[in-house]
């Protein structure tokens, strides 16, 4: 099996596709990536910025380049050495527009006598033997319905017509009742909806991949990639939706004859992949969880407590536990009832499980979950944990948790394998998509696959994860930024400086609330970070993060019924950073006292995770700063002309400042060049403990294995090291002669003062020179 020694991931879309990525493969090689690593290419929904809604998994998608930009990329990329990695979707496909699934529209047209009822996960009984879509304004909009060349039109909506069930003279309303499909406002979805979705995506159907033939017909152009060479690993989007993920990666390492896989799996922090899941790790959140909290003063924890609870006007700090028990069950009782209410119907009903007890159980049960999911056996005591948990929480429910409990244990049963996808989705949308905007103590630490609740991590307990990575997965990616990150690195570690500067931020805060007040003080506490480590942005930009954060959050406002006060109020702050002086004063000033602090923890966060065991991904365009917020703006264009250029000035000779674009750039090459050329030098993983009044502030391993390799120094915390003193008498003891890569500048073995390794640069990167 060939296997990464890292990535770079490209967003192909109909404004930068395969073709246009085959041209930077050449830049790629400079910068030292081994593979290409893209977003989703078989053919998506028409106007698909990111490719998850695939259509039709039997082609590459026009739009992105079709199958002749994967053969030019591919080609390109053989000729400079670089293998690709691909992103597949087999958990659902995208139906928002039926005549582009020929699958969906066979469904609707034939209802459960098509061939493909068995690909898609439908509660027939449930609706009279019908599949409800929810896209009616309103139950009266079923008004609207037109008969148009033999379809069924809502609007802009088509949707096929049964054989039969259309003669002239037939009104569209007499129509509609005789098909195999309902088509129902779009309220009913949170409650009435028979169908599997990927979370609370209406338009998004889950697919039955565990069934043989549906896995052959969804795989048929996956597996001629490999057979014709055109593609060398995959990455397998949300895994916890499948009914049988470990048999699904079985039967793909199979089809793809024994290729590199990786899954986009939230690991909690200390859980472990499962043993059966073969496959050679995870996308990367557990290892970017791990690097941010390297860069958070411990020590700030108490006055970001006490400030949390002044903002929510409050004797105490937001409790985690309750508010994602409380967000989680929201989710569960509201947007996600339609799978609560599926999972309860498959409890027979009886005087001592009334189905309305059962749902109500089954919903708490899911609340408090500490993980994503169970893969039974594997994680039973887990289930009995949260089993319990509900039972103290919910006295009333204890008889009922009883009797459900074995029925939950058995793996073989439908209600148990339904129930662990189902926990998922809850988890998800109750904690990354809603407590994550309303814990708002530090932005950093509410990122995806991150526990906000552990604060910091110490050097010491970051070696130790390390060395079992090493040990376990050294072939799992490694991330700071992707696709789905709330904020970019860069914006995280400016940001975490704050928890070097809590006066100052809570000056910042007051003196911007005053003068542009934003009516919910968690909320406020979130935007502002965000626009601060975000800065400079446009205010298109601004704007619609703050808007997505307070809906997500649903406490002042929400996406179904909008508070229209709210959001004027929301918007004329954003609007003040550009249109008040007074703001913009306050805001540029707050910046500069976090700045270079945040572009230290920026180059040393890199340097880290392009150095430490795992598969290092760089996301596009992150090679040079990158204030990037949630999606869509983590999804812009980049400008690798720029890359390109600045890539070769430093090629022949320049050095920048730390704090300029090009020093990041500077890092992303010299250590991707590094790690694909001399491999032999990241074969181990040795802690390299510093001495002195700031050793706490240095973070140092050695890769090799049996005697010296790369040698990563970095800086933490750097506003309070400057702040008491610098890095004074602060030694390393180096065990080889060194070469700095950044600086060209070589030392001895012995003690070297940390003031001299790091007089240029807050990171070094040393390779011995024998």
Same mark, same amino acid.
């Given at each position: 099996?060939r ?7 490209f967003q ?6 395969l ?5 930077l493969?050449?830049?790629l ?7 290409i690593y ?10 698909s ?7 039709d998994?039997?082609?590459? $998608?026009?739009?992105r380049?079709?199958s ?10 053989r000729?400079?050495?670089?293998g690709i990695?691909?992103?597949?979707v087999p958990?659902h ?19 459960r006598?098509?061939k493909y009822?068995?690909?898609?996960d439908v509660?027939? $009984?449930?609706?009279?033997g019908?599949?409800r879509?929810?896209v009616?304004?309103?139950? $009266? ?15 802009d909506?088509?949707?096929p017509?049964?054989?039969?069930s ?5 009104s569209?309303?007499?129509?509609h009742? @005789?098909?195999?499909y ?6 009913r ?5 028979n169908?599997?979705?990927f ?8 697919v039955?991949v565990?069934v043989p ?10 597996k001629r990639?490999?057979?014709e060479g ?12 499948l009914?049988d993920?470990?048999g ?13 896989l ?10 472990k992949?499962?043993?059966t ?23 700030a ?7 949390d609870a002044?903002?929510r +006007?409050?004797?105490s700090p937001a +409790?985690?536990?309750a508010?994602i028990?409380?967000?989680?069950r @929201?989710?569960a ?9 599926r999972?309860?119907r ?8 009334p189905?309305a007890?059962?749902?109500d159980?089954l919903a708490?049960v899911?609340?408090w979950?500490?993980?994503?999911r169970?893969?039974?056996p594997?994680g039973?005591?887990?289930l009995l944990e949260a089993?319990?948990?509900?039972a103290q929480?919910?006295p009333d ?9 074995p029925?939950?244990l ?18 998800a949308?109750g904690?990354?998509?809603?407590a994550?905007f309303?814990?708002?103590?530090l932005g950093?630490?509410?990122e995806?696959?991150?526990d906000p609740?552990?604060v910091?991590l110490s050097p010491?307990e970051?070696?130790r994860r390390?060395?079992r990575r090493q040990e ?10 992707t696709h789905d990150?709330?904020r ?8 975490s ?11 910042f805060?007051?003196t911007?609330?005053?003068?542009a007040?934003?009516?919910?003080g968690?909320?406020a506490?979130?935007v502002w970070?965000a626009i601060?480590g ?5 205010r298109?930009r601004?704007q619609?993060?703050a ?6 959050a649903?406490n002042?406002?929400?996406w ?8 004027k109020?929301l ?6 950073v550009?249109?008040?002086a007074?703001v913009?004063?306050?805001?540029e000033n707050?910046?500069?006292?976090l ?8 180059l ?7 150095t430490?065991?795992g598969v290092?991904?760089?996301?596009q365009g992150?090679?040079f ?8 703006d ?5 400008d690798?002309?720029a ?6 000035e430093?090629d022949?000779?320049?050095r920048?400042g730390?704090?300029e674009?090009?020093a990041?750039?500077l ?9 694909r050329?001399?491999?032999?030098l ?8 510093? @001495?002195?009044?700031?050793a706490?502030?240095?973070?140092a391993f050695?890769?090799g ?8 120094v970095?800086t933490r915390?750097p506003?309070?090291l ?10 390393? +003891? ?6 700095d890569?950044?600086t060209g500048a070589?030392?001895s073995a ?9 007089d240029?640069y807050?990171v070094?990167?040393l390779?011995?020179?024998?």
């Amino acid at each position: 099996m060939r296997t990464p020694v890292s990535t770079y991931r490209f967003q192909i879309r109909p404004d930068f596709t395969l073709q246009d990525a085959a041209e930077l493969t050449g830049y790629l090689h400079s910068l030292g990536v081994d593979w290409i690593y893209l977003s989703p290419i078989l053919t998506a929904e028409e106007g698909s910025a990111h490719g998850y809604d695939v259509t039709d998994p039997s082609s590459v $998608d026009r739009s992105r380049g079709g199958s002749e930009g994967l053969a030019a990329l591919s080609k390109a990329a053989r000729e400079q050495g670089l293998g690709i990695l691909a992103d597949i979707v087999p958990n659902h496909v995208g139906v928002a527009s039926p005549p582009q699934n020929r699958w969906w529209w066979q469904l609707l047209k034939e209802g459960r006598s098509s061939k493909y009822a068995e690909a898609f996960d439908v509660d027939w $009984d449930f609706a009279g033997g019908k599949i409800r879509i929810p896209v009616l304004g309103s139950e $009266d909009d079923v008004s609207e319905l037109t008969i148009v060349d033999d379809e069924l039109h809502y609007y802009d909506h088509r949707f096929p017509l049964a054989e039969g069930s259309h003669t002239d003279g037939d009104s569209p309303q007499d129509v509609h009742s @005789r098909q195999h499909y309902e088509l129902v406002g779009w309220r009913r979805a949170d409650a009435e909806l028979n169908y599997r979705r990927f979370f609370a995506v209406n338009t998004l159907a889950g697919v039955r991949v565990e069934v043989p033939w549906v896995f052959g017909e969804a795989h048929v152009e996956i597996k001629r990639w490999f057979s014709e060479g055109l593609v060398d690993g995959l990455r397998i989007d949300h895994p916890d939706g499948l009914a049988d993920p470990a048999g699904y990666l079985a039967r793909l390492r199979e089809a793809t004859g024994g290729a590199y896989l990786l899954v986009e799996k939230i690991l909690e922090p200390g859980e472990k992949l499962p043993d059966t899941f073969d496959c050679e790790g995870t996308t990367g959140y557990d290892a970017l969880a791990d690097v941010d909290r390297l860069f958070v003063d411990p020590a700030a924890e108490e006055y970001l407590d006490s400030l949390d609870a002044r903002l929510r +006007d409050s004797e105490s700090p937001a +409790d985690y536990a309750a508010m994602i028990h409380g967000t989680k069950r @929201r989710i569960a009782d509201g947007i996600l009832r339609s799978e609560i209410l599926r999972l309860s119907r498959l409890v027979p009903e009886s005087p001592e499980l009334p189905r309305a007890e059962v749902a109500d159980a089954l919903a708490e049960v899911i609340c408090w979950f500490p993980v994503y999911r169970t893969y039974l056996p594997h994680g039973e005591e887990i289930l009995l944990e949260a089993i319990e948990r509900a039972a103290q929480s919910r006295p009333d429910l204890e008889p009922v948790l009883g009797s459900l409990r074995p029925l939950l244990l058995n793996a073989d049963a439908e209600l148990a394998r339904r129930f662990q996808q189902t926990s998922g989705m809850v988890m998800a949308k109750g904690v990354e998509d809603t407590a994550f905007f309303r814990y708002t103590r530090l932005g950093t630490l509410t990122e995806v696959g991150a526990d906000p609740t552990e604060v910091a991590l110490s050097p010491a307990e970051f070696h130790r994860r390390m060395a079992r990575r090493q040990e376990a997965l050294p072939f799992s990616m490694t991330t700071l930024t992707t696709h789905d990150t709330k904020r970019s690195e860069d914006t995280r570690a400016r940001i975490s400086v704050i928890a070097e500067a809590v006066p100052e931020w809570e000056l910042f805060l007051g003196t911007v609330q005053q003068l542009a007040p934003i009516p919910d003080g968690p909320l406020a506490a979130l935007v502002w970070q965000a626009i601060a480590g975000a800065w400079p942005a446009n205010r298109e930009r601004l704007q619609y993060f703050a808007l997505k954060a307070a809906r997500e959050a649903g406490n002042s406002t929400n996406w179904t019924d909008p508070d229209g006060d709210f959001e004027k109020h929301l918007a004329a702050a954003v609007d003040a950073v550009f249109d008040q002086a007074e703001v913009t004063a306050a805001l540029e000033n707050f910046v500069e006292e976090l700045e270079p602090h945040g572009t230290s923890n920026s180059l040393s966060a890199k340097l880290i995770q392009l150095t430490m065991p795992g598969v290092p991904d760089v996301y596009q365009g992150t090679e040079f700063r990158d204030g990037s917020l949630t999606d869509p703006d983590n999804r812009r264009p980049v400008d690798f002309q720029a890359r390109i250029a600045a890539l070769a000035e430093l090629d022949r000779g320049a050095r920048p400042g730390f704090t300029e674009e090009s020093a990041k750039l500077l890092v992303v090459s010299r250590a991707l060049r590094l790690r694909r050329d001399s491999p032999w030098l990241f074969g181990g993983y040795r802690p390299v403990l510093a @001495r002195g009044q700031a050793a706490d502030h240095v973070v140092a391993f050695d890769r090799g294995s049996e005697g010296p390799g790369v040698l990563t120094v970095a800086t933490r915390l750097p506003k309070r090291l400057a702040r008491d003193g610098g890095w004074r008498d602060t030694v390393l +003891d180096l065990s080889a002669s060194c070469r700095d890569e950044l600086t060209g500048a070589t030392y001895s073995a012995g003690l070297v003062p940390v003031a001299r390794l790091l007089d240029h640069y807050p990171v070094a990167l040393l390779v011995p020179i024998d």
